[in-house]
């Protein structure tokens, strides 16, 4: 129910922040002259990103310690119209990262209120983002309710089938919507040909289990889909900015002791939270 599955949103919420959080300081590493240059473009609209993200948490506290049942909803949909926001924002800011030929807008454009309307793949884009999120959240649901053995996992499954189908047909309007020339330049790489098909095969192949009701299945073929299309975004992102920079640009000073101290902390972190995690669902099912 809505009052019970709202006290895992805090929770949630949280884990989503945080994990966010390293992808963009390894970003911010990496592309970081092409990454703050378009955030000064939207200065104004990503300035807005703290505080738009501190009301959507509270609100989820509120929605969590509310006694007053009519609100449930309308704060639901407050935090999920907040959240959506903040993809665009970031969606926004990624596509025009990637397009260093726009940068001139801000010379046109000073007072950092330039958002990438224009861009072709800005709207699929967005949306393969936002499906893909919808139907990795069923599967999760799916799992939850194996684990209860409730009779909804059934339902949940063929809710991140259709999702997935929806999702590999705004993948297709993706693709197509990118550069001329850099189609040409991903599909002369054999290394993205192949990761490109390893990713969409396992995706299609996902949706065939969950049409089939193997939850294991699903969750098998899901998680090399992704990996495939996280390393296909990162050629797709190189291909864009080829003409202006590759990361083989980089000095590099390899430094073990920080990497080892990284992934130490990192694991720690992790059992840290694994712990917290058992004692939550412990005291649950106390409950």
Not at 20 to 29: E, M, S, T, Y
Request: with cysteine.
């Amino acid at each position: 129910s809505l009052n019970n599955g709202s006290r895992l949103i805090p929770i949630v919420f949280a884990f989503t922040v945080n994990l966010g959080v390293a992808p963009l300081l390894f970003l911010q590493v990496l592309y970081g002259h092409f990454f703050y240059t378009s955030s000064i473009l939207m200065a104004w609209f990503w300035i807005t990103l703290i505080p738009i993200l501190i009301a959507a948490y509270y609100s989820v506290y509120i929605l969590t310690n509310s006694s007053r049942f009519y609100l449930n909803k309308p704060i639901l949909i407050l935090v999920s119209l907040l959240i959506l926001w903040v993809a665009f924002l970031f969606c926004n800011n990624m596509t025009a990262m990637i397009s260093p030929e726009n940068f001139t807008n801000y010379f046109h454009n000073q007072r950092g209120t330039f958002l990438n309307l224009k861009e072709r793949m800005l709207c699929p884009r967005y949306l393969h983002f936002i499906v893909a999120s919808l139907a990795i959240t069923y599967l999760f649901v799916a799992c939850c309710a194996h684990f209860k053995k409730e009779e909804l996992k059934g339902n949940f499954l063929r809710k991140f089938s259709n999702l997935t189908l929806v999702q590999l047909l705004i993948g297709l309007w993706l693709l197509f919507s990118l550069k001329s020339e850099v189609l040409v330049r991903l599909f002369s790489n054999f290394d993205f040909i192949i990761i490109f098909l390893i990713g969409s095969l396992c995706g299609v192949v996902s949706l065939i289990e969950a049409r089939r009701n193997n939850l294991k299945g699903s969750i098998l073929f899901t998680i090399p889909a992704i990996l495939s299309m996280v390393i296909v975004r990162h050629y797709v992102r190189s291909s864009y900015l080829a003409p202006y920079f590759k990361l083989d640009h980089l000095n590099r000073e390899p430094q073990p002791f920080n990497l080892f101290l990284f992934l130490a902390v990192f694991l720690i972190g992790f059992l840290v939270v694994a712990w917290l995690i058992k004692i939550g669902f412990s005291r649950a099912r106390a409950r």
